[in-house]
C-alpha cells in the first residue's frame, strides 16, 4: 500500500531476472526469450534501432 | 550404419597406483575391483610418451581444441617431483601448440611441498585437493594406515595452493551423511576453493550406500544448497551449478550428472585403457576394455561397447528414467550407480530418491524471477519523467539483458573462437563469482551492448569478448593474459580506452571493420593484466587509469559537474552505431570545450529541469561526440542498444546541449521499457504522420519521437523566462505537435492495454501544458507551421495521378 492506501502493483515483464544468476549458468533457456525480444528476426518487425535528432528544434 | 564416435575430451592418467593414505572409503583399493594389485607402482615414461602421442593424434584426428588431463593415483604425488616434471613435460611437449591443455593433478595433499609447487607451476599444472570437510568429518575416512589423521597436511597442502592461487584448482569431497553439512561446508568454503566438489560415495543396488533416511543425501546436500545460495552461489559448487544450467538448457558441467555422452577415458599406470574410474565399485574387472596405449588408438577405445553405453544420453536409460520429470538434470546419475547384478546397469541409480529430490529442490528454489515494474514507476515514466528510482529500475532490467546477450554470443561464437575465446569466457565468468561489481562496470558500458548484439547478427568481432574479459580483469586488479582483438591498429578495452598497437594507425579517426573477410581469425595480441596494470610484448606496461603513461594509451575522459560525471566516449569502436559518424579522438581542447559545455549544461538541467536531473544521474554513463554536423544544424542520436549513451556534435551554446540531452535521454528511458515491456503491436507495419517528420514514421518512431518532444516541450516551456521571445514560440509549437501525436498514438488501434495506459499518461503531462497562456501571435505561428507542415506532408506521401 502507498501513502494514499492505494494498492501498489507491479507490472511483470516476461524478461528473466538474471542479475544474480552466474553468467556461466545462463543458459539457452535464458537467453533464448531475450535474445527473441530485443534482435526480432521476423522481417515483419522494424525496429528503430536510432532515435536520432537534428536541428528541427 | 556406425554412428561418428564421441572423441574423448578428459584423460584420467594413473601415474601411481599405491597411496600414503589408507581411507576407508576409497573405490580404488576398498571397492570391487582390485585390479590395483597388479599393475605397476609408477607408470613408464614409455607409457606416459605413448599416451602423449595418443592423446595428440586424437587431438588432430577430431579437431579438439581443447583436452583436459588429470594426473591421478592412488596417490600421485608419490610418483615424486621430478617424475611429474616429465609427465608434465611430455604432456606439453606433444600437444601444447595443437590445443590448449587444462593439466591437473589430484592429490590427497599430504606431500604436497613447494618443490611440487614450483614444478607444477613451471608446467602449468593445476591441483585439487581431497577434503571431507571439517576435521570431525575428514577424519572419519581419511586417515593413515596406523589410524592418523590427515588432516593437518590436507589443510597445509591448501594453503600452500591458496598462497599460489594460479595452482589451486578446488576442493573434492567425498559426501559422508553421517557428518554435519553445515560444518562440512563452512570448513571447505573458509579455505575459499575455486571450486568444490561433492561427491556421492560410490555404491550400487548390489552394495547400497549408508542410507539413514529415505533420502538422506539430498536432504544433507539440501542443507548445503541453501547456504550455499544465501552466500549469493560462492565458491562455485559444481553440482549445484550442474542442476541449474541444465534445467535452463544448458550442459551439464560433471559426468555423474546429465545427458552429455561420456568423453572420459582412464589410463592406467601399465598403460592399460579403463572407462570410467568409478566402474570399479561395481564388480571386478568393470572399467577394464582389454586395450592398450601402446598398440590401440583412442578412437578404438571410443568404440568399445562399455564407453559407446556411456555415451547414449536419454536412450540408454531405463523406462524409469527416461519418464522421470528431471531427466535432463540427472541423466540416470552416475553409470556406476546404476549396477545390480543381473539387470547391469539398466536400473535408475541407486540414488535415484536424492537425486529427485535434491533436483527438484534446486530448480523449485533457482526458478527464474522475471523483471518486474512497479506501475507508480511506470506511471511516472510514462508522463515524460522518471527519477532515480524508476531509472534504476530500468537499469537493473539491462543487466539482465547484458548477460543473456553475452551468454548468448559465447553459445553462438564460442565453438569456432576456439581457445582463446574459451579463455576468455572462463576469464569474465570466473570473474564474474569474484569481482562482480568489475564485470558490470565493463558490461554496462553502453557499446558492449551494441558489439553483442551486432555479433549475434553477423558472427563478426567475436573475439572482442576477450577484450571485454580483459577490461574486467583489470577493474578486479587480478593476474590474466588473454589474446585480445586488434581493430585498426589498435587494442580497446571497454570502458577503460585504447591503445595503439599499430603505430601508422595512431591518430584515426574511424576504426574499419576489416577482420571478416579479408583476415577471418582477426589480428591478436597477447595483453597481461595483473594489479590493474596492462603489459603488452615490446614493453608497453601501464596503468590504465593513470593517464599519461604511455603516449599510445588513449583513455576514456571523464566530464564532470555538480558531482555528477560521465565518460567521453571517443575510444570505442563499436560507438559508431549512429545516424551521424562518431567523432575521433577528440584534441585535448576539444574535451576543455566538451567539459565547458557539459558544466554550464548541467547546471541549467539542475536548476531549470530539476525533475530530469536524478535520472540522468543514474541512467547517462556516456556522452559521445558526433563528428562536427552541417552548418546550421545541430546533430545527436541515441541507439537503442547502447543504454546509458547519448551521443552528439557538440552544439553552439550549452542551453542547446541541456536540450540535446534530456531530450535523447527521453530515448534512452523508452527504448528501455520497450526493452522489457510491450506496448504496441510489433506486427503492424502502418506508418503515421509525425509532425516534426517529412516521413511516415512506423508506430515505435511515433511513440519515441512523442516521448522525446515532452522534453522539448518542457524545455521550451521552462525557457520562456531565459529566452522569452524565442521560447514562447517552441512552447507553442511543440506543445501544440506533441499533444497531435499523442492523439494520433492513442487513435492508432496498435498500442496494447499496457501501451495506451503509458500514453494515457503521456497525454495528460502534455495536456496541463496546453492550459499555460502564450501569446496570441506565438500560438498563430504554431496553428500556421503545423498546418503547413501537414499539408506538405500529405502531398509529398500522396499518390501521384
Keep these: ?57 | 550404419m556406425s554412428r561418428p564416435l564421441t572423441p574423448f575430451r578428459q584423460f584420467v592418467l594413473k601415474v601411481h597406483s599405491r597411496c600414503d593414505l589408507a581411507c576407508d572409503h576409497c573405490y580404488v583399493y576398498e571397492h570391487a575391483d582390485q585390479s590395483w594389485r597388479g599393475r605397476p607402482k609408477v607408470i613408464s615414461d614409455e607409457t606416459v610418451s605413448w599416451t602423449a602421442v595418443r592423446i595428440a593424434e586424437h587431438v588432430k584426428a577430431h579437431a579438439l581444441n581443447r583436452v583436459h588431463v588429470v594426473m591421478h593415483g592412488g596417490e600421485p604425488l608419490l610418483a615424486g617431483p621430478d617424475r611429474l616434471d616429465r609427465i608434465a613435460a611430455e604432456l606439453r611437449g606433444h600437444l601444447d601448440g595443437i590445443c590448449a591443455l587444462d593439466l591437473r593433478v589430484h592429490t590427497n595433499g599430504v606431500l604436497l611441498d613447494e618443490r611440487f609447487c614450483e614444478v607444477f607451476a613451471a608446467r602449468g599444472v593445476k591441483v585439487g585437493v581431497s577434503l571431507d570437510g571439517d576435521r570431525a568429518a575428514n577424519d572419519r575416512h581419511r586417515r593413515f594406515a596406523d589410524g592418523r589423521s590427515s588432516h593437518a597436511q590436507a589443510l597445509r597442502a591448501v594453503e600452500l595452493l591458496r598462497a599460489r592461487p594460479e595452482l589451486y584448482a578446488g576442493l573434492l569431497c567425498t559426501v559422508d551423511v553421517a557428518n554435519d553439512p553445515v560444518a562440512v561446508y563452512r570448513a571447505l568454503a573458509e579455505l575459499e576453493p575455486p571450486r568444490i566438489d561433492f561427491l556421492l560415495p560410490h555404491a550400487t543396488w548390489d552394495v547400497p550406500p549408508p542410507r539413514p533416511a529415505p533420502a538422506a543425501y539430498a536432504d544433507w546436500l539440501i542443507e548445503i544448497f541453501e547456504l550455499w545460495a544465501a552466500d549469493g552461489g560462492a565458491p562455485p559448487v559444481r553440482m549445484f551449478e550442474s542442476i541449474i544450467s541444465t534445467a535452463r538448457g544448458g550442459s551439464s558441467l560433471t559426468e555423474s550428472l546429465g545427458l552429455q555422452p561420456s568423453d572420459l577415458v582412464v589410463i592406467e599406470t601399465d598403460g592399460s585403457y579403463e572407462q570410467a574410474d568409478s566402474l570399479k565399485t561395481a564388480f571386478d574387472g568393470a572399467p577394464a576394455t582389454g586395450l592398450h596405449v601402446l598398440r590401440d588408438t583412442l578412437d578404438e577405445v571410443a568404440r568399445h561397447t562399455g564407453v559407446l553405453a556411456r555415451q547414449r544420453g536419454l536412450a540408454g536409460l531405463c523406462g524409469q528414467c527416461r519418464a522421470c520429470p528431471v531427466v535432463d538434470s540427472c541423466g540416470g546419475g552416475l553409470y556406476a550407480h546404476r549396477y545390480r547384478s543381473g539387470s547391469g546397469f539398466a536400473n535408475p541409480s541407486v540414488y535415484c530418491a536424492d537425486l529427485l529430490k535434491l533436483i527438484t529442490h534446486v530448480r523449485g528454489r533457482t526458478s527464474e524471477p522475471t523483471h518486474t515494474l512497479p506501475s507508480a514507476a511506470l506511471d511516472a515514466l510514462a508522463s515524460g519523467f522518471g527519477g532515480g528510482n524508476e531509472v534504476t529500475h530500468l537499469a537493473e532490467s539491462q543487466r539482465s539483458l547484458r548477460r543473456a546477450l553475452l551468454a548468448a554470443v559465447n553459445a553462438a561464437t564460442g565453438p569456432a573462437g576456439g581457445a582463446v575465446q574459451e579463455r576468455a569466457w572462463e576469464l569474465i565468468t570466473g570473474l564474474d563469482g569474484t569481482h562482480p561489481g568489475a564485470v558490470e562496470a565493463v558490461l554496462a558500458h553502453p557499446y558492449v551492448r551494441v558489439w553483442a548484439a551486432g555479433c549475434l547478427r553477423d558472427g563478426r568481432h567475436a573475439g572482442h569478448l576477450a577484450n571485454i574479459a580483459v577490461a574486467a580483469a583489470v577493474r578486479a586488479g587480478v593476474t590474466a593474459a588473454l589474446d585480445v582483438r586488434v581493430l585498426g591498429g589498435a587494442v580497446h578495452l571497454p570502458s577503460l580506452g585504447v591503445l595503439d598497437v599499430d603505430p601508422a594507425a595512431a591518430g584515426r579517426t574511424a576504426w574499419p571493420e576489416t577482420d571478416s573477410a579479408a583476415h577471418p581469425a582477426g589480428r591478436t595480441v597477447r595483453l597481461e593484466v595483473s594489479g590493474g596494470r596492462i603489459a603488452l610484448d615490446g614493453g608497453v606496461d601501464l596503468d590504465p587509469l593513470a593517464p599519461g603513461e604511455w603516449p599510445g594509451w588513449h583513455p576514456v575522459r571523464r566530464l564532470s559537474a555538480g558531482g555528477f560525471s560521465v565518460g567521453l566516449e571517443d575510444t570505442d569502436p563499436f560507438r559508431d552505431c549512429h545516424q551521424w559518424p562518431a567523432a575521433g579522438r577528440l584534441t585535448d581542447d576539444r574535451v576543455a570545450a566538451w567539459q565547458r559545455a557539459f558544466a554550464e549544461a548541467w547546471a541549467l538541467i539542475e536548476s531549470e529541469l530539476p525533475a530530469y536531473a536524478p535520472g540522468l544521474r543514474v541512467g547517462l554513463s556516456v556522452l559521445t561526440p558526433l563528428a562536427p554536423a552541417p552548418e546550421g544544424r545541430e546533430v545527436s542520436s541515441t541507439a537503442r542498444h547502447a543504454f546509458g549513451a547519448v551521443a552528439a556534435a557538440l552544439p553552439d551554446g550549452p542551453a542547446t546541449l541541456a536540450l540535446l540531452i534530456v531530450h535523447e535521454f527521453q530515448h534512452v528511458k523508452l527504448g528501455a521499457v520497450l526493452d522489457i515491456l510491450d506496448l504496441y503491436d510489433e506486427g503492424d507495419t502502418r506508418r503515421f504522420y509525425a509532425p516534426w517528420r517529412d516521413d511516415p514514421r512506423p508506430l515505435e518512431g511515433l511513440l519515441q519521437g512523442t516521448y522525446a518532444h515532452i522534453a522539448v516541450t518542457d524545455f521550451w516551456r521552462v525557457r520562456r523566462h531565459a529566452d522569452p521571445g524565442r521560447a514562447e514560440a517552441q512552447f507553442a509549437r511543440w506543445r501544440r505537435d506533441t499533444a497531435e501525436a499523442i492523439e494520433t498514438l492513442a487513435a492508432s488501434g496498435a498500442l496494447t492495454p499496457l501501451g495506451g495506459r503509458f500514453v494515457t499518461e503521456m497525454r495528460r503531462s502534455v495536456a496541463a501544458w496546453l492550459d499555460e497562456p502564450v501569446s496570441a501571435a506565438a500560438e498563430a505561428e504554431a496553428a500556421r507551421s503545423a498546418r503547413v507542415h501537414r499539408e506538405r506532408w500529405t502531398a509529398a506521401v500522396s499518390p501521384r495521378s
Design chain 1, 1 to 57: 500500500m502507498n501513502a494514499s492506501g492505494e494498492k501498489q502493483t507491479d507490472v511483470t515483464s516476461d524478461v528473466r531476472d538474471l542479475r544474480d544468476v552466474p553468467l556461466s549458468l545462463v543458459g539457452r533457456a535464458d537467453f533464448d526469450g531475450i535474445v527473441r525480444r530485443i534482435l526480432p528476426g521476423s522481417p515483419e518487425v522494424r525496429r528503430v534501432p536510432v532515435a536520432a535528432f537534428n536541428s528541427s528544434i
